[in-house]
């Protein structure tokens, strides 16, 4: 293909590793039409509903591979996700060289960008004459956490929950051990094994690419762009989310016409992410809390689970979230809110004008959609490195608040009616939603004309030029 400039990209198995990928790709395609993207999909079986939505809406105008699953039996019985996606990667490496292979027996590849779970595949990009780089779908200050893990590894003895002074990274609010990703809350577990070589092996990258964008982590960037000094290159690229005229839903969904009839800034948006499940008493207890907030609330709901992220990686389980509900609540608040089984269109209802806040799991992509629409949070951490984006949240910006969560690991109805009300009504509410409502702006200026577009150009020039020294 001549002027072209052709780049292969690994995503991880799950939603949150899966989309971001693949928009950072479609984002580079569009501002740079003479690049060829190929994207190689490992698979872990039957994708979850959200996967395979997405899936449908992929552009003609770039590749897509998708690699036969991997044999389920290999993986370990109840692994936490991490595992489970460095694992289907693991397995999935003979076919993933096999792919390479043959695109570039067909075009030379410039570079090759991969997932964080899927670091492993980076070793083969040597063999293709390319330039490698993983693609980081969380924050600066998880990326920090990461590159600072080998080091912690070693001066920490013990469990970093048990750590009576905070962890500070630099250039990042500081942080309890209890705050440190699940993965690394038992130091002996598979899990935490697995994280530690994700933190190593990503260091064998020409560059790291992360969604996120200057003015919302500053000072986590800067020390990192220091940290990587001209070993790694650190590329900020966000914020890219699923925010765009390929994405549009159609305005007779029932949430957006449900939401159309609210006052603007009145309904409270409740998700815990593509796959974040709750207990039944914890279900009971939301509800409870919702109702007697006297707010208005759209809550996307599934059904209840004692594992934190039942639905993540493969379809849910399939019973009616509905009938989970306390007797008569449906009945009770049908003036008030509106119940929605498994998934919304959450990018479209955080945009609406009659939202005014978001009770999140704090997954990365939820975050970046909330500062893109300018919508204050209230913090309800599940899994992964949560707990850490939601320090970031509550502490750093000062865009959201935190509810108290009980020893049983339960948030009362008491505590969740109080911080919606403050959230939604308050003063402090409000300096919160003055405070996200100016990192809107700079995020929508981040891809104007500001930090994150000036990098993907750059970048995009890199690899163009790299074309031309090669001849490729
Ligand atoms: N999402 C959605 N509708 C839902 C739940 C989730 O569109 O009902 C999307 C959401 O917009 C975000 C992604 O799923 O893009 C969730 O990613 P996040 O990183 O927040 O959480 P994870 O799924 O990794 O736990």
């Keep these: 293909m001549a002027n072209v400039t052709h780049i292969a990209v690994v995503p991880s198995p799950g939603f ?137 590894d070693e001066q920490v003895s013990g469990e970093y929950k048990d750590l009576t002074e905070p962890i500070e990274l630099p250039g990042c609010v500081p942080l309890q051990g209890c705050d440190l990703p699940a993965p690394t809350q038992n130091r002996s577990s598979e899990a935490y094994k697995h994280f530690l070589e994700r933190a190593k092996g990503m260091l064998i990258a020409d560059g790291i690419l992360i969604n996120t964008f200057l003015e919302m982590e500053s000072g986590a960037i800067r020390a990192l762009e220091e940290l990587g000094n001209d070993k790694i290159k650190i590329y900020s690229v966000g914020p890219i989310t699923l925010k765009g005229p390929s994405n549009e839903v159609d305005d007779s969904n029932e949430c957006l016409r449900w939401l159309d009839n609210k006052p603007p800034s009145s309904v409270l948006y409740v998700s815990f992410g593509s796959g974040g499940t709750l207990s039944q008493h914890q279900i009971n207890e939301l509800a409870l809390g919702l109702e007697l907030s006297g707010q208005m609330f759209l809550w996307v709901l599934r059904a209840p689970s004692d594992s934190v992220n039942a639905a993540y990686l493969e379809a849910a389980n399939e019973e009616d979230p509905l009938q989970f509900l306390p007797d008569g609540f449906l009945e009770r608040t049908k003036e008030q809110g509106l119940v929605v089984p498994s998934w919304a269109p959450q990018v479209q209802i955080l945009s609406h004008k009659s939202v005014g806040g978001f009770l999140s799991h704090c997954g990365w992509n939820s975050i970046l959609e909330s500062v893109q629409e300018g919508v204050p949070l209230i913090t309800w951490p599940l899994f992964a490195e949560q707990r850490m984006n939601a320090v970031m949240l509550t502490d750093g910006l000062k865009v959201a608040l935190k509810p108290k969560v009980n020893e049983d690991g339960i948030v009362e109805k008491d505590e969740i009616a109080k911080v919606i009300k403050c959230l939604m009504k308050c003063e402090e509410g409000k300096g919160m939603r003055k405070r996200i409502r100016e990192l809107k702006d700079s995020a929508v200026n981040a891809y104007k004309h500001g930090s994150s577009i000036q990098t993907l150009s750059q970048l995009a020039s890199q690899w163009e030029n790299l074309d031309g020294i090669f001849g490729k």
């Design 16 to 152: 949150s590793h899966l989309v971001p990928i693949v928009e950072f790709t479609k984002r580079l395609v569009e501002h740079h039409p003479n690049f060829h993207v190929t994207c190689i999909v490992p698979s872990l079986g039957s994708p979850p509903y959200s996967s395979k939505v997405y899936v449908k809406t992929l552009p003609s105008n770039m590749d897509f591979i998708f690699l036969p699953p991997i044999n389920k039996e290999q993986l370990p019985q109840g692994a936490y996700p991490g595992t489970l996606i460095q694992l289907t990667i693991t397995f999935s490496l003979p076919s993933i060289h096999e792919a390479l292979k043959s695109l570039s027996c067909k075009s030379p590849l410039t570079a090759l960008v991969v997932d964080v779970f899927a670091f492993q595949a980076l070793h083969f990009a040597k063999e293709f004459n390319a330039l490698s780089y993983v693609y980081f779908p969380g924050a600066a200050m998880v990326l920090s956490l990461f590159l600072h893990m080998p080091n912690l």
